[in-house]
């Protein structure tokens, strides 16, 4: 798309299957490369990227022929593929329904990269739960906690 300018910002947050905590510390970077891989095949630039054993935060300088949702579908299938191929999760490893996804402006880049890598500290305090809640509430996202957090 010639002479097309944008900057868009978007904060994912997504959840293992039932939110288990299975992604171990000792593959959790692995994963995270192969996230980052994923993106970058699909020409999306990757801000940040990071999470604890029940979720991953990926930011990322989101193009303007890809929609969210799209991105989402191809980093999570790619993503439980390859942890179940290389066996790294006990018993079947799969991603919940559904993410969030949150914009940010171009001056706000340094603080939510700093916030994506200091998940474990993070998450010492708060759960995934009331992380979860936290971005909802900011954003002014109408929802309903029996949907958004039907499985825990």
Known sequence: MANTYTQIRIHFVFAVKDRTSVIAPTWRDDLHRYITGVAKEQRQRVLAIGGVSDHVHLFVGLTPTMAPSTLMAHVKRASSTWVNEN?????????QEGFGAFSYAASQTDAVVRYIMEQEEHHKTHTFREEFE?????????????YVFHDI
Not at 87 to 95: D, T
Not at 135 to 143: C, E, K, M, S, Y
């Open 87 to 95: 066996k790294l999760s006990m018993g079947h490893f799969g991603w």
């Open 134 to 146: 936290t971005f909802l509430t900011r954003f002014g996202i109408a929802h309903d906690e029996k």
